[in-house]
């Protein structure tokens, strides 16, 4: 196995001070890009996947501390707030809930958005302007595939008339300046 394939961060493609917030997000992309569900169940998918599941746990794992450490030595003074960003940063249960929250919402707003683009209201049907295609209008792609279709069907044509053989040994012989 290659040291790439041992490394989690280089798993991940990520360098060893990547924040907790930027990991989580590349790790996201990662498994979305290479979920087998979504690359019609590839094996190599099936294993970048597991690969990608290995790394971002054994980094989670090694950056939250276990229940077995040691408890940090207790101070005199007050515990001091944190600046509410720091706060959101730190990743805790609260924040991955309100995370998860947060893009439900974002995806049912976005659903609602494509249906409201994707499904006109009656009035707006019947405002609507029809296409060029429903009016029958030509695209210029069009025209220009069909003045293409046409060209190469004549030009078939055209070589399937003439003898080709003669032809092509005739500028041969033109080319090289021999006689037949």
Known sequence: M??????????????HDVSDIEL???YRELVKRYHPDHNGGSAESARRFAQIQEAYDAIAHHRTP????????????????????????????????RIANLEREMAAMRQATRQRVEEPTPEQAQRRRPTQEELGYYTTDDSFTKIIDDAADELGERLRKSDAKRQFARRLSDLFGRED
């Open 66 to 97: 276990s229940p077995q450490a040691a408890p940090p030595p207790r101070s005199t003074q007050p515990p001091q707030q944190p600046p509410r960003s720091s706060r959101a940063a730190t990743g805790g249960p609260d924040i991955e809930d």
């Open 24 to 26: 989580r997000r590349i």
């Open 2 to 15: 290659s040291e790439a394939a041992l490394d989690p961060y280089a798993v991940l493609g990520v360098t």
